[in-house]
């Protein structure tokens, strides 16, 4: 799949179930989104989706703009011979100036003007943030690392529940966690004609959400359609590149000095790292998705 944006440089990323392939960009960036900047500026992120016309860009930067806001970075993608537009800009506005309810129809006006498909608008100190449940079954590093993110103030997320179909003691330190923090854990143990779809969609029913943390169980397509929202993964191979059973003997550069458990440790941190960028990416909408199976990653 080969994804081009307008003008710019080239660059590749691919983490979970996101894919990003090379494309050209176009974009201009100022300042990082930091609400250092002025202590009455605080930073927004809008993305839009929409048919590909005249004027879409001067009509977005000229709404911030008005209202005293500041761009400090916009990426535009335009897929070849397609019909469609896409956009994300990191801005800072004064939230008197600019309150937020506001800010929210001035952005759906727009929308109704060129027809959109999504428009969304997000200011991480004022909107909740997203309420995320964990998938997982006996590997517990990808867990361990996304609680630790999450109690450090680095993971923009709710945590609202924990499910495994492996049973923990109750003297652990990751139940301990849990119990700790008000996260409730749900053992529901699987097997192959029962993967206990109805119990977990009943847990999950109300998060934003879903993100699998190593859960080695396949989700169904009627698990999906009844969830209706997005689902994050870690694959153990590291998709797209499907390594088959054992993947930690075929993980990144190694060299003879290297043993089962440096194999087995290497192919953990990659997996922890790639499920914390996509999450990150995910909450701070990077991550469009486009036609059915692509993504577009700002």
């Given at each position: 799949?080969?994804?081009r944006?307008r003008?710019s440089?080239?660059?590749?990323?691919?983490f979970?179930?996101f894919?990003?392939?090379?494309?050209?960009s176009?974009?201009?960036?100022g300042?990082s989104l930091?609400?250092?900047v002025?202590p009455?500026?605080?930073?927004?992120?809008?993305v839009f989706?929409c048919?590909?016309?005249?004027?879409?860009?001067?009509?977005?930067s000229d709404?911030?703009?008005?209202?005293?806001?500041?761009i400090?970075?916009y990426?535009?993608?335009?897929?070849?011979?397609?019909?469609?537009?896409?956009s994300r800009?990191?801005?800072?506005?004064d939230?008197?100036?600019?309150?937020?309810s506001?800010?929210g129809e001035?952005?759906?006006?727009?929308?109704r003007k060129?027809?959109?498909m999504?428009?969304?608008?997000?200011?991480?100190?004022?909107?909740?943030?997203?309420?995320?449940?964990?998938?997982l079954?006996?590997?517990?590093?990808?867990?361990?690392?996304?609680?630790h993110k999450?109690q450090d103030?680095?993971l923009?997320?709710?945590?609202?529940?924990?499910?495994?179909?492996?049973?923990r003691a109750p003297?652990t330190?990751?139940?301990?966690?849990?119990?700790?923090?008000?996260?409730?854990?749900?053992?529901?143990?699987?097997?192959?004609q029962?993967?206990i779809?109805?119990?977990?969609?009943?847990?999950v029913?109300?998060?934003d959400?879903?993100?699998?943390?190593?859960?080695?169980?396949?989700?169904?397509?009627?698990f999906?359609?009844g969830?209706?929202?997005?689902v994050i993964?870690?694959?153990?191979?590291?998709?797209?590149?499907?390594?088959g059973?054992?993947?930690?003997?075929?993980?990144?550069?190694?060299s003879?000095r290297?043993?089962?458990?440096?194999?087995?440790?290497?192919?953990?941190?990659?997996?922890k790292?790639c499920?914390?960028?996509a999450?990150?990416?995910?909450?701070?909408?990077?991550?469009?998705?486009?036609?059915t199976?692509k993504?577009?990653?700002?």
């Amino acid at each position: 799949m080969m994804i081009r944006r307008r003008v710019s440089t080239t660059s590749s990323l691919s983490f979970g179930s996101f894919m990003k392939w090379s494309f050209k960009s176009s974009h201009f960036h100022g300042e990082s989104l930091d609400s250092s900047v002025s202590p009455l500026l605080i930073p927004g992120v809008h993305v839009f989706h929409c048919p590909d016309v005249v004027g879409i860009v001067a009509k977005l930067s000229d709404c911030i703009a008005a209202k005293g806001g500041n761009i400090l970075g916009y990426d535009v993608f335009v897929p070849e011979n397609k019909n469609v537009f896409y956009s994300r800009s990191e801005f800072i506005f004064d939230p008197v100036k600019w309150p937020r309810s506001q800010m929210g129809e001035d952005f759906e006006t727009i929308a109704r003007k060129f027809n959109a498909m999504s428009s969304v608008v997000r200011v991480p100190s004022l909107d909740p943030k997203d309420k995320i449940a964990l998938l997982l079954s006996k590997q517990d590093h990808c867990l361990v690392e996304m609680l630790h993110k999450w109690q450090d103030g680095k993971l923009p997320v709710d945590i609202t529940c924990v499910i495994s179909n492996h049973e923990r003691a109750p003297n652990t330190h990751i139940m301990r966690f849990l119990q700790r923090h008000g996260i409730s854990y749900h053992y529901l143990p699987t097997t192959d004609q029962n993967k206990i779809e109805e119990e977990i969609l009943e847990l999950v029913k109300d998060t934003d959400f879903i993100v699998l943390a190593r859960y080695m169980q396949v989700l169904s397509g009627n698990f999906l359609k009844g969830y209706g929202k997005d689902v994050i993964n870690i694959h153990h191979g590291l998709l797209p590149s499907f390594k088959g059973r054992s993947p930690a003997k075929q993980v990144e550069r190694v060299s003879h000095r290297d043993n089962l458990r440096s194999f087995v440790q290497k192919s953990e941190d990659l997996e922890k790292k790639c499920l914390m960028k996509a999450i990150k990416s995910y909450c701070e909408l990077r991550v469009l998705p486009y036609g059915t199976y692509k993504t577009v990653v700002f």
